[in-house]
């Protein structure tokens, strides 16, 4: 258990940090949540570098306070013909239905993983925070961040990972129990039934780390944020309470769904990406399954979803829709980030 | 939310209630947990009707102390002899592996829902608590129970479940978290992806009701416990934590793999009783996929999963043994009961 002061690792006021929700905001909500006093984060994963270059400059024009920049770091894999394919035999009745041709082809996919492009474009900014999903990147490049004084952290859904990420060194580890909303950062398995809730987590990686805990999941309000301290984290990060805010890039569909009583019922899936993530139940994942062994593998099952989520959105229907949500809505309130911020801490 | 004092409803020092283990306990565990100032509980699911008399008598000569009473109270489904052929042929192989032919019948199930005639013999006893696994008797039952004074609790998986339990008037609301061991209480669905961790689960439930809530799942020490009460329970309910305690029966193969690094890995099947249950992966969850569409309808999936079972369980093996554990393990500990009753509420 880690027993030092969280704020020396986060540099901020407050032990909140913000989920980056790649998709789902932009620098403004960084912004608003460092502010704050909280530690915004700036998800990374599905913009250009030209795009991360600006974003970056547009945070530290409004703030002089710390953030975080969130990459994931999945090996690429290999487009495959043949995946897509079948894949797309499955998803024929629906480019059918919304009279449209899947367009196939290996480069459409927009996640790719930290590469040292990115590290050359970042490395001037000299960023105080790095966090990453689906493990670590490769050691050379991992050195080279730590070299700037760069602080990293890193998502564990098991006590295994957890021990895996201090094995290499991070400053934090971020204990992301199964209610968190989007991707799960599981890197050293693909069995979801590994994947636990975080008060059965947080207590278990704590009893075999040194590293500093930031709990993840299911967590909506201070006394989610109060309890999670009591179970052992440092700091929390939530994602999820600040889908609703007015500096998140949340759509018209998603705030809808969200609203909608039917965000009780969320479920893992990868029909999105490939990759097992939680959204709010929708017609894609009740009709495919949540997890459906023929989606291509991550990131490029997104290539055929993302042609029927386009053309269905504009239709005004969420049926094809990454609807990302945790498992707990009760927190998600129409205010700005600052506000919620200052609310979730309300008890710190 | 509630906001009465809940040790009036439980009538114990203790905000501590022991979760009813069937086939893991009997009286003894109840009376050291009781005794030690929380609420012990009698697992009767599978006692015939004279076991349980000679148990209640055993905790009434050993203690004065409130006890809790559990039954299921599932509807009894018909044995379906196509439903066990098709079974039977799946589990063949094991049949053949362990030498033994499979005795075939509807009458060895051992898991009977509560009635009248359980109801005609515990009436004398007036116990002061009945709690229910899988939603509630019908009313009249219920309503039966209700002139003997004795309080009714049952556990809710969703807050619609809670919403429904409030409906029917029970005293308190078992908030059951996906990381809870043994048998989902979930009655209203049978989609286990409707299953949330317990840290998502109590608030949103004490945001929409104002009866107590207990919250259970993944609660293994001091810590999971006052978190539970600081995100709106009133009360929790432990179960995993007790099972390595030398006042409860857990077996000698259970107990070891528990010890085990595996009981890491628990998932949810149905492959031994044919309702969702939480085990520590074995053997027969692991070939037979963890939730199996074959698997008879519950109680009936035990008949032939106890055969097998107790055949291996004499060669040493638990390759079909329903190792029931929750998600966190951290807080096993080969104590007394009442110690680590004690223990878990040092800081209440």
Redesign the interface.
Known sequence: MYNGNIMDLLGTELPIVQSPMAGIQDSALTIAVSEAGGLGSLACGMLSLEKIISEIRLIKEATDKPYNLNFFCHEMADYKEKQHLKWQEKLKPYFDELGIEVESGPNSANRMPFNHDIADAIETFNPEFISFHFGLPDKILLERIKTWGTKIVSSAT???EALWLESQGVDGIIAQ???AGGHRGMFLSDDI??Q??????V??IA?KVKTPIIAA?????S??V???L???ASAVQIGTAYLLCSDAKTSRLHRSAIKNFKS?????TNVFSGRPARSI?NRAMKELG?MNPLAPTFPHASIEMTQLRGHAEKLNSDDFSPLWC?????GCKEISARELTLLLASKC
Chains 1, 2 share one sequence.
């Not at 636990?196 to 987590?201: D, E, F, H, K």
């Not at 945790?326 to 009760?330: A, L, W, Y």
């Open positions: 098991t006590v295994q129990g199964l209610e039934s590994t636990i809730g975080v008060s059965a987590l207590p278990q009893n999941g299911g967590i909506g309000d006394r989610g109060q309890a999670a009591v179970l052992g009780q019922h969320t479920a893992l139940v949540y945790g498992q707990n809505t009760s």
